[in-house]
């Protein structure tokens, strides 16, 4: 049976919301559910449903698949919001201890490497519940990512420059920073050293880690949560100010400095969908501005 306009103020509805609640009993909604016409939410397009209410005998059976579809979704939520908590937690605990560490970047990359592992291991609930399509919901698999490997150097090339310039005229103005030369990281000063070359495999090693932890677990599971025009960019904000939060056990300045390209990187992934891409792109711009260039004063 279907309803005119003329009967659609007649009707009586039950809202998503009375469902997930149960406030109106487990048995009464109907199926089919009444389609409103959709309405445009930014970048997806999603339908209202009103379930109207209610004939005896109506079971689970009876719940559009839509709807079997958002409970699934706030349950994947639930459990967003219990992961974010938990390594919260856990950082604020490594946080305390590691002030009494004599802290040079040996002991930064050993904790990045903890703290990563840790939090890899607490996502795995989270993508095995996300089903068969986990891989192409995070951005692993990419029928082109040879393309959009090369997009995203090309994009990240001004960014190279960026940094570079900065470094010129931090050393042109700032008194702290005159005795620099314009390329002092580690491996331009000694690109041999076998220590420093260990490092750089590791730092390399992580960053698809890295990646995979703040664009694809928490930048992808908040584009698919939020709704409206601007649930991209908020999500772009809110994953990487996490992953800039995570990164204050460097230093505060670091930190900082690391949400201006994790914005760039954020941006890159809601427009590839490519963790391979943006992996790319943040060892291109890493191996530069910290082993190549060089950033003092910042606790590297």
Known sequence: MSLSRADLPRATF??????????????????????????DVGDRKQSRYLTPASTLGATHADVPKDLVQIMKIRELMGDFLIYIVVNSCFYAVVDHFRRNLVYDLDTSILMSTCLLLIL??????????????????????CPEWQARVRNAVT????LLT????????????LPNFDHLALFSGRLSQCPLQSNYLVQLAIYVVLIP???????????GSLQEFLTGRTR?????????????????????YFALL???PGMFWGWLYSRQR?????????????????????????GI
């Open 14 to 39: 039950t809202s998503i919301s009375d469902v997930f609640s149960d406030r109106l009993g487990a048995s009464r909604f109907l199926a089919p559910a009444v389609t409103l016409p959709a309405f």
């Open 162 to 173: 960026l940094i570079v310039l900065a470094k010129w005229i931090a050393i042109r103005f």
């Open 120 to 141: 890899l291991v607490t996502s795995v609930s989270l993508v095995l519940k996300r089903g068969p399509g986990w891989l192409e919901f995070y951005g692993l698999t």
């Open 232 to 252: 991209t960019l908020k999500a772009i904000l809110i994953s990487n100010l996490l992953f800039s939060i995570f990164h204050l056990f460097v230093s505060p």
């Open 155 to 158: 994009y990240s090339l001004p």
């Open 258 to 260: 690391s949400f201006l």
């Open 274 to 298: 490519s963790l391979i891409a943006v992996s790319a792109s943040h060892t291109l711009i890493g191996v530069w501005a910290l082993y190549l260039v060089g950033t003092p004063g910042i």
């Open 209 to 219: 880690v890295q990646e995979f932890i703040a664009r694809g677990i928490l930048q």
